[in-house]
């Protein structure tokens, strides 16, 4: 991606209390359904975490240190004050790739990832990231998926083009099975988790991004991508969200 195009995404998102859809009620869930509320000193890394929502959030709530990673060093910073100014004392925010990450075998009870590991595909990223789970261990991830078995030409067709991978549930069941995951929970994210909490917060910041940034063209064409995003959306909800996948590790 163009260097200058970057840096304007991450202007208009680094605001956000989070980069994509999701909810706290929803990672509540996950971490329910997972059964982490009563275990103690959990090792959990939080891949692709942005400025964090997620990261804090398991931080507050559980008995567990927390690795946080993005590839992005102004998120990392946004994070890192956030755990100065909130006395956290269980989150270490690194900045570095998912697909050179710096852990050892077998090191986490637990990764975590909403709405990350598309950048480096889910099929790749479930094979790759495998061996960093201890036996057992728990993969707790959103991704985009379909929630329909047909879909509308003009949905189909852009989410073709933007993300080839994304599937049916079921087919990514099969992909976390045959990885060497045994599926332990799914659900999806509902409506509020893309508008409440990720667009509508977002088009708040429109007017102003674009007058921090003179209207420049570039500035311009990311509004008008978010805004076809969103319309798209609101069109065809009924056939994709971001499926919640729930899978433990296990070892033939
Ligand atoms: C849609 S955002 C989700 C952020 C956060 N998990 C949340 O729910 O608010 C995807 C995140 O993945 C990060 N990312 C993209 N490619 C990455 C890579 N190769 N390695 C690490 N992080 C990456 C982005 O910087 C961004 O913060």
Not at 243 to 252: E, L, N, Q
Request: proline residues 3%.
């Amino acid at each position: 991606m163009d260097e200058k195009y970057l840096k304007l995404l991450i202007d208009l998102h680094i605001d956000g209390k989070r980069q994509g859809p999701g909810g706290v009620q929803e990672t509540l869930k996950m971490i329910e359904l997972a059964g982490l509320r009563h275990q103690k000193n959990l090792k959990i890394a939080d891949i692709g975490c942005g400025t964090g929502i997620a990261s804090i959030f398991l931080a507050k709530e559980l008995s567990a240190r927390i690795t946080s990673i993005d590839f992005l060093p102004e998120f990392i910073d946004v994070l890192k004050q956030t755990v100065k100014s909130e006395y956290l004392t269980n989150i270490d925010a690194k900045v570095c790739s998912m697909d050179n990450l710096p852990f050892d075998d077998e090191e986490y009870d637990v990764l975590w990832s909403e709405g990350a590991i598309y950048n480096i595909g889910f099929e790749k990223g479930v094979k790759e990231w495998r061996r960093f789970l201890k036996k057992n261990g728990l993969l707790i991830l959103s991704e985009i998926t379909w929630l329909t078995e047909e879909r509308p030409d003009e949905i189909q067709n852009h989410w073709d083009s933007e993300y080839p991978e994304i599937d049916t549930a079921s087919e990514k069941i099969k992909i976390l099975e045959k990885a060497g995951y045994s599926p332990v929970a799914y659900f999806y994210l509902p409506e509020s988790c893309w508008t409440d909490n990720y667009y509508n917060p977002m088009q708040s910041r429109f007017t102003e991004f674009l007058e921090r940034n003179r209207n420049s063209t570039t500035a311009q064409e990311i509004i008008e991508a978010e805004k076809v995003e969103i319309d798209l959306y609101g069109r065809f909800k009924e056939y994709l969200s971001y499926g919640v996948y729930i899978a433990r590790r296990v070892d033939r």
